[in-house]
């Protein structure tokens, strides 16, 4: 008679024990996605900047002088850098936020409990790891040194291009082909905007007057 007792009592617990599985396991499943902060390095060229990064008009991080890490929350919004350096021009940055594919993983273990903690934390996001803001000198030295100057920064372009196109080509699921080739032809078109805009700057970039 007892053990028929104590065998009705377990099977009435079970529903209980279940259901706290579960909590405990939704209560995890946030943390997987890596926190809803990250480190950036903020780096400029010439060195030994100051560089703020804020969002609508509020600074967040400061890293003075460069090249230094700052700590952010992760967040869907994208995020202004602006830069100073005594003899340059300020110059501005962007830091991209991006969905992070392992949200994915946290739907299939947490369901949608999980992946709403996750996005409503920011930690479904992330920045890039680093970012490079060229300054441009007030004044070049000579047309050598400001055609130099304004090669690199092309080059660093093509190369940042290339790299983000060839994360698409890898990520792109084969399921949607129009998506991805969308993706590529705005990077494309961003890449050509922004070396038009580096030839008017070189363009009306100033060549100090030989003395």
């Known amino acids: 008679m007892i053990f028929l007792l104590e065998?009705?009592?377990?099977?009435?617990?079970?529903?209980?024990?279940?259901?706290?599985?579960?909590?405990?396991?939704?209560?995890?499943?946030?943390?997987?996605?890596?926190?809803?902060?990250?480190?950036?390095?903020?780096?400029?060229?010439?060195?030994?900047a100051k560089c703020e990064v804020s969002k609508n008009g509020s600074v967040l991080a400061v890293a003075n002088p460069t090249p230094a890490s700052v700590v952010l929350s992760k967040s869907k919004d994208d995020l202004q850098v602006n830069c100073q350096k005594t003899g340059y021009r300020n110059a501005d940055g962007k830091l991209t936020s991006s969905f992070q594919a392992m949200t994915l993983g946290n739907i299939l273990l947490g369901g949608v409990v999980g992946a709403v903690i996750d996005q409503g934390s920011g930690a479904a996001n992330q920045y890039e790891p680093e970012i490079l803001v060229f300054l441009n000198p007030e004044k070049f030295n000579s047309e050598q040194q400001r055609d130099e100057f304004y090669l690199r920064r092309s080059m660093f372009i093509r190369e940042e291009t290339k790299k983000k196109l060839d994360k698409i080509k890898a990520e792109c699921p084969s399921s949607t082909p129009d998506n991805c080739q969308s993706k590529i032809d705005e990077m494309n078109k961003a890449t050509d905007e922004r070396l038009n805009q580096l030839e008017v700057e070189k363009a009306s970039a100033t060549i100090a007057a030989v003395s």
Not at 30 to 37: L, N, R, Y
């Open 7 to 48: 065998l009705m009592m377990f099977r009435k617990s079970l529903p209980l024990l279940a259901a706290s599985g579960v909590l405990i396991a939704l209560s995890g499943c946030a943390t997987i996605v890596e926190g809803t902060s990250q480190s950036v390095l903020v780096k400029t060229e010439p060195a030994e």
